[in-house]
Each structure stands twice: as C-alpha cells, then as structure tokens.
C-alpha cells in the first residue's frame, strides 16, 4: 500500500495529510503510529457515503468509547442548529479536550464539524476523513471551518487546523460524475494559481483524471494539496497571499446563495462559473492577454457543463447577486473585491470595483 505523506506545519499545528487508496484499512496503526490517543470519540458520517464504507471505518476503529452522529450534508442544513446538536453529544457524554471529533463525509460536513471541534470548550482533537475529490484537494486543508446563514455562505466560522487528514482515494470510486467534476474544479484552481506545469498536466489529461485514471488522479490530488500546504504555511489566517485561492469564489458563493443552496448547482460547478466569470473580466480590463485567455477557457469548455449552468441565471438575477458579492468575508471597503488572473501563477487579489460598476459591467454581458 502507498500511502503519500504531505506535512503542514502551521503557527498553530503541524499534522499530516495521508494520501492513497485503502488507507481507512490501517487507521488504528495510524493513530498509533502519529501517538494519536483518546478515550471517547464521536464519529459525524455523512449520509450520502456507502454503507460498506461506513461500516469498514467504524470497524477499524478500535476505541474504547465511539459515538456516531449521522448528518445529511447539504449546504442548507451547514448551521448552527446542527452544530449546536454535535454540541449536546459532546456534552451529554462528558467528553473533553483530549478526547476526539471524527469528520467522515465531504466539505459541508467537515465545515461543520471542524467550527464544532474549534468551539467546543474552545478545541478538542479534529480529524478529518474526507470522502469527496473537493474535499480531498482543498475544503480538508488549511483550517477553515464555516457555516451559512440568511447573509450568505460561510460567514461564521472559524480558523482551526485538524489534527490529521486521510485522504482514502478508494472513497472515491462511489462519486457520481457530477462530484468528480466538483471536486476537478478546485484541482483546475489550483493549476492556474501555482504554474503552467500543472496546468499543463491536467490539459492533457482531463479525461483520465475525470475518470479517476491512476496514477492521474493521485498526482493531480497531490499537486493540489501541495500548493495549498505552501500557502497555508505562510499565510494560515487568510491576511494576503492566501487570498488567491479565491479566484473565482466571489462569484461562486453569491451564485450559490442566489439559488439558497439550490442542488441545481453545487459547489465546484459554482467554482467553474466563477473562475469563467474571473478570466472573461481579467481580459476585459487588460489584465489577462487574449490568449492565455482562449487558453483557459477552451479547457474550460471541455468540462462541458458551462452552457447549463449558465442557464441557471437571468438577467434579473443580477441585483440579489450583486447583493451577496457585496456582503462576501473579502470585502474591507464598500467596493467588492475580486480576485482575478494576470497569468497562469499570477494572480491579482486586491482588485476593488464598485458595485454600481459591477452590476453594470454584468448587464453588459
């Protein structure tokens, strides 16, 4: 079994993320090999994953104390209610500090559980086992936790680092096409944020990556964690550099917050539209040269999901996104901040345009 090891070393944490396949099959060696102990620990499962995949974690688990909590992960139910729920498990069972919460399941489960795990009595012992590709490159890296609420998306949260990541790539093969695709589009993020190298790699093998082709779908993954660990190390609270893995978020999240969470669109399908939208205005105001432009879109457009999405949206829909761009966590002035594209490995984060500007720009096109 290869298991790829990446540390992060953090102001607050270091902790490993493990990467390969059947990894979940060797946790109790792992636990003990990272002299990871705790006597009571509550497992948070989404419900979406495969009951042989459950069944196989909590087998393995071999504790003296372990709960389960099952938790329908959609961003509507990413609240305070259910964290106040994981609140009273905890409480209830008398757990403290030393003792541990587990996030199995995608990105809105660990936003959730890792806020629970940061302010039960202010940190308890996180770790996160994410199930989904996104999940697995970014939303399970880096410490941020978050969850929505009438205003928009993850504007209560919190930084707090896991204890350690397991990344099983065996999750994987469960994933509809639609999450692959999800989860593809923060490894294409990525790829414009860090260099032509990775960019490279995954034009010339989108296909087998989608396809969870190795050892494709392992490199992409890695490169993707890499980044994102290089980042974290040197801007963990998000005050400059970590800004650029944002580009196309600020669209995205008031997209999804048009819908109110809508499943017509999730999460990496808002993303893709995003970095769409981010591309188009960076070569519309001279930041992006026209072909690095038709570059990164006609990848793009090999995903092959943009003319649906766009559909989603009409142009009444303009004012009530503009609405949520305007209350986005980047904003610091009452202009909306985007972050945009200058090159592959050069991205601008501080660009501000008002938002009577924006609007306008929008109706155009």
Not at 91 to 112: Q, Y
Not at 146 to 151: H, L, R, V
Not at 228 to 233: A, G, Q, S, W, Y
Not at 330 to 344: A, G, M, R, Y
Request: proline share 2%; hydrophobic share 35%; aromatic share 8%.
């Amino acid at each position: 079994m290869i298991i790829n090891k990446i540390k992060v070393k953090t102001k607050t944490k270091k902790y490993l993320i493990l990467i390969g396949p059947n990894i979940i099959k060797n946790i109790s060696s792992i636990f003990s090999n990272q002299k990871m102990s705790f006597e009571k620990c509550l497992v948070v499962v989404d419900k979406n994953i495969p009951k042989k995949f459950k069944l196989n974690l909590l087998k393995k688990l071999k504790l003296k104390k372990l709960l389960i909590h099952k938790f329908n992960a959609s961003e509507k139910n990413k609240n305070y209610k259910n964290v106040d729920k994981i609140h009273k498990i905890l409480l209830k069972n008398r757990f403290n500090r030393e003792d541990c919460l587990i996030s199995f399941g995608g990105g809105i489960v660990g936003d959730v559980v890792g806020f629970a795990s940061s302010t039960y009595k202010r940190g308890i012992k996180f770790i996160n086992i994410p199930s989904t590709l996104l999940a697995q490159v970014d939303s399970s890296i880096g410490g941020k936790t978050g969850i929505n609420n009438q205003f928009g998306k993850n504007l209560i949260g919190s930084f707090y680092q896991p204890d350690l990541v397991i990344s099983d790539t065996s999750l994987l093969t469960s994933l509809p096409q639609r999450e692959i695709i999800c989860g593809y589009a923060e490894i294409f993020k990525s790829s414009l944020i860090d260099n032509y190298k990775n960019f490279n790699f995954l034009n010339k093998n989108i296909y087998k990556i989608l396809k969870l082709k190795s050892p494709f779908i392992q490199k992409a993954i890695i490169n993707s964690c890499k980044l994102k660990k290089r980042i974290v190390e040197k801007d963990e609270k998000e005050k400059n550099l970590r800004k650029v893995l944002n580009l196309g978020h600020t669209f995205a999240h008031a997209y999804e917050s048009t819908l109110n969470f809508s499943k017509k669109l999730n999460h990496g399908e808002a993303v893709i539209l995003g970095i769409k939208n981010a591309i188009k205005f960076s070569h519309d105001y001279n930041l992006l040269s026209k072909n690095k432009y038709k570059m990164i879109d006609d990848h793009i457009n090999k995903i092959n999901i943009i003319s649906k999405l766009e559909k989603l949206f009409k142009k009444r829909d303009i004012s009530k996104i503009i609405k949520f761009m305007r209350t986005d966590k980047k904003n610091n002035t009452e202009k909306i901040n985007l972050i945009l594209i200058k090159d592959i490995g050069k991205i601008k984060t501080d660009f501000q345009i008002s938002h009577a500007k924006l609007k306008k720009y929008l109706y155009k096109n």
